[in-house]
């Protein structure tokens, strides 16, 4: 399990699946329904279980009631006879909101609907009085090409533009071009009431004139009154804008709440004289109480105020929604047919709660996803099933400064691209896969993070450290980095002023002066390579063993001279180390070897007197078995001292080998014939594969039979019982190798290079006969007769190889 948790395919499909679910949950959030209907509605969006119990049903729903209402009123103040008149004479006072303060142009004037629709919908201009009379008298006082407004008011503007023609100025009035003036001039010549101001108030450009008092402008002069000229052309503006809006409504909806059956949304209101106020679901033959009964909706009876709630989930509704103007007793069926049969607004939001409750829910469920991916790549990262260390890739050694810019970086672009989403700058498929890819470098960045404060190394490997450190150790060495910068700074400075000069004065004699300061640092520097080359040349020699190697330090100076006679009095302290120690290695040595030779004197007296005892005829049981048991342990010690001598001999140096053609099978069944009555004692099976025929090496004979008698001693001490043995001899043309197997009796809970050091032995509990000295023994004179010596433990397997080289002729003792 550990495995598959921390392996790198593991870690790979949740870094995969992490990008891919990001990827998607951007495109349901962009194409899963509107966004910003997710965000102001999702509560409601999860809690409701169908679109008919959502507030934007019920919201939806009351607007196109108010819309209802708002046509019937739109219908009355457009229609003749239920149908639409152009010709149809409005009253301006009708479609002005301020009722309580309107001109007397507005009280009186009247216009055809018509007009008025059409100047709304070309759209309605204003300029100043003056402008206005200066367009009308304009092109040699001819009349307006606008034939819409009264011939009245153009023989009016024409008559005024000859008297205007006729009025003297003076000639400082006529050299300022004062227009405005000669208008007021010519205008208060004709007798009327009017100032500089009234010429610069805001006017409507009448493009159509009112059925009784023409246009604003008219009734204006013929009551020679202009204070009301601005409010008037205002009010006229307001009303022109309300009927085209209203003509617009009109149009818009006249379909949708006249024609039967082209919408969802069912409305029929009739009053109690059986006219029909609205219909757009009914035909003559059909009850209204049958028809709503499969809708969902409501009918209002306005006689006795009364609701009836069919298939509606909420009833809160306000009495005034059902208002019908001008209207007492009435009924007002409504409902939507929920099979939604027609494209309309109610088919487009029934589809996109849907549409949005399925994105949203698929876009928590992918979050989690993407969460629990995230929190397992950060516990996972660094991690894997081999070891418990954290590993570090090429980007996790680059500096934290760097990797932590990266990662911002990746961080504001990745703002920026959620910002483009959402103020629905762009929703193409390639944000979605912009977007992906800064995740998936977002997090790779991230991860990068998190392995490094893992390892530890967040802080170290940063480039603050770096200066922090470099700080440190100039301060420490301080006398050594500031004499270095020092000089440093003094040869730059000194550069830099002789370039100086010499560039400026374009002098030779400076710039060659420059040179040889050059050439004179340069020599010093290279002077300092070499001392530094020979330090280093010394500290070779001395690690490589030669301990009285001296650095020659007569070429030398200053800290080098310093630091070079250190690395002498190093050496000569090792060199002295080194001869103590083999002193006292050699010490030892002879201890041990006088040790065992002053127990190997008593030792062979007790063994002879041991074995003279045996000899006699003793009848008492308990009297042998207490002399077998000293025979057993005298001999057990003179092993013992054998193996300390032999050990001490090998250790020192004091060994005299007699190098002789042997026959390495021979020797082998020889050593395995002696110890046959110990390996049945165990019931250990020898599996022997030896070369039929002679197989010679050159080694001492005694030394051999040494090692091969400690290899089986070794098998007979520590084999498992009723287990096999496998010995095989193997050569070729150039070596021998002698390769013994058995399984252990104990857990070989140790490393195969120290069961060959002194005293080690394979059984802890020393429960077994044995000194620890076999196998370092048997290595030691394998080693000294140019043999190769291995041990391999594989749990209780235990395997012993000893390879000499193969020799075919005689060879003389040596």
């Known amino acids: 399990m550990k495995r598959i948790v921390y392996s790198n395919v593991t870690k790979f499909i949740s870094f995969l699946l992490l990008n891919i679910l990001v990827m998607t949950t951007l495109a349901i959030t962009l194409y899963g329904g509107n966004i910003t209907y997710k965000l102001n509605n999702i509560g409601e969006i999860l809690s409701t279980k169908t679109y008919l119990e959502s507030q934007d049903f019920r919201d939806m729903f009351i607007q196109n009631i108010s819309n209802a209402n708002y046509f019937i009123e739109v219908k009355k103040a457009l229609e003749v006879a239920g149908e639409y008149n152009g010709n149809k004479e409005v009253s301006l006072s009708e479609f002005i909101s301020d009722e309580s303060n309107i001109s007397l142009f507005g ?42 407004l009264s011939t009245k008011f153009d023989v009016f503007i024409k008559a005024m533009g000859a008297v205007t023609d006729a009025v003297v100025v003076t000639p400082e009035e006529e050299n300022s071009d ?17 100032s500089r ?25 013929e009551r020679n009154d202009f204070s009301e000229i601005e409010k008037s052309s205002y009010e006229l503006q307001e009303a022109i804008e309300t009927i085209r809006d209203k003509y617009d409504f009109y149009k818009r909806y006249e379909t949708y709440f006249n024609g039967l059956d082209s919408t969802n949304f069912k409305i029929y209101i009739k009053d109690y004289k059986g006219d029909t106020i609205l219909n757009n679901c009914i035909d003559e033959n059909t009850d209204y109480r049958t028809y709503f009964d499969s809708k969902t909706g409501i009918i209002y009876n306005a006689l006795n105020k009364e609701f009836t709630f069919i298939n509606f989930v909420n009833e809160d509704i306000n009495l005034d929604t059902f208002k019908v103007a001008d209207e007492v007793n009435y009924i007002y069926a409504v409902g939507v047919d929920t099979n939604y049969p027609h494209r309309d607004v109610f088919f487009e939001a029934n589809e996109t709660f849907y549409n949005t409750r399925n994105s949203i829910i698929a876009s928590i469920v992918s979050s989690l996803i993407i969460f629990f991916c995230f929190v397992y790549l950060v516990t996972v ?86 200066l922090l450190h470099w700080l440190v150790i100039f301060i420490k060495y301080r006398k050594a980095t500031t004499k270095t910068i020092v000089l440093y700074l003094g040869f730059l400075a000194v550069t830099l002023v002789v370039l100086g000069i010499g560039i400026n004065s374009r002098s030779y004699m400076i710039m060659m002066l420059w040179f040889s300061f050059s050439a ?25 063993g030669d301990l009285e190697y001296k650095i020659d330090t007569i070429n030398l100076s200053g800290s080098n001279e310093i630091l070079a006679d250190a690395i002498n009095n190093i050496g000569e302290g090792l060199h002295n180390a080194v001869d103590a120690s083999v002193r006292n290695e050699r010490l030892k040595t002879d201890l041990i070897t006088n040790v065992s030779h002053d127990i190997k004197t008593p030792l062979t007296s007790i063994i002879n007197y041991v074995d003279l005892i045996k000899r006699e005829n003793i009848e008492n049981e308990k009297i042998r078995g207490y002399i077998e048991i000293l025979d057993n342990k005298s001999q057990r010690l003179k092993n013992l001292t054998e193996d300390l001598v032999e050990a001490s001999k090998i250790s020192s140096g004091n060994i005299k080998l007699e190098m002789t053609k042997i026959n390495f099978v ?3 069944n020889q050593t395995e014939g002696e110890f046959s009555e110990k390996l049945e004692n165990k019931n250990l099976q020898i599996i022997r594969k030896l070369p039929e025929e002679p197989i010679f090496i050159l080694a001492d004979g005694r030394r051999m039979w040494r090692v091969i008698e400690n290899l089986y001693n070794n098998v007979t001490k520590y084999a498992m019982k009723n287990t096999r043995v496998y010995v095989d001899v193997k050569a070729d043309e150039d070596k021998v190798i002698l390769s013994i197997k058995n399984i252990s009796e104990n857990p070989l809970n140790i490393d195969a290079e120290e069961l060959t050091e002194r005293f080690i032995r394979g059984d802890v509990s020393r429960s077994t006969e044995g000194s620890g ?13 140019k043999g190769d010596f291995e041990i391999y433990l594989d749990g209780d397997l235990f395997r012993v190889t000893i390879t000499f080289p193969r020799v075919y002729e005689q060879v003389d003792n040596m």
């Open 773 to 785: 000295l076999g196998l370092s023994i048997a290595k030691n004179l394998t080693t000294l007769q």
């Open 666 to 668: 021979e020797l082998v």
């Open 178 to 194: 004062d227009s405005i003036e000669i208008m007021l001039l010519s205008m208060q010549s004709l007798g009327f009431k009017l």
């Open 107 to 148: 009280l009186e004037a009247k216009y055809k609907l018509q007009d008025l629709v059409d100047w709304g919908q070309e759209g309605v201009e204003t300029a100043t009085l003056y402008e206005v009379l200066e367009e009308r008298m304009s092109t040699d006082n001819k009349l307006s090409t606008n034939n819409k």
């Open 381 to 466: 990262c660094g991690r894997s099933a081999k070891d418990d260390e954290i590993h570090l890739n090429s980007f996790d050694k680059m500096k934290t400064e760097v990797s932590a810019g990266f990662m911002i970086a990746i961080g504001i672009v990745f703002l920026l691209i959620m910002m483009s989403v959402y103020n629905n700058f762009s929703s193409d498929l390639t944000i979605v896969v912009g977007l992906g890819i800064e995740t998936a470098l977002f997090t790779f960045a991230f991860l990068s993070l998190v392995r490094r404060i893992k390892a530890g190394v967040l802080w170290k490997n940063s480039i603050v450290y770096s």
């Open 520 to 544: 004179v640092v340069g020599f010093f520097l290279l002077r300092e390579a070499v001392a530094r080359q020979t330090i280093l040349n010394g500290i070779k020699e001395i690690s490589n």
């Open 197 to 221: 101001e009234d010429l610069n108030k805001e006017v409507i450009r009448e493009k159509y004139s009112a059925i009784d008092i023409d246009t604003i402008l008219m009734s204006c002069l």
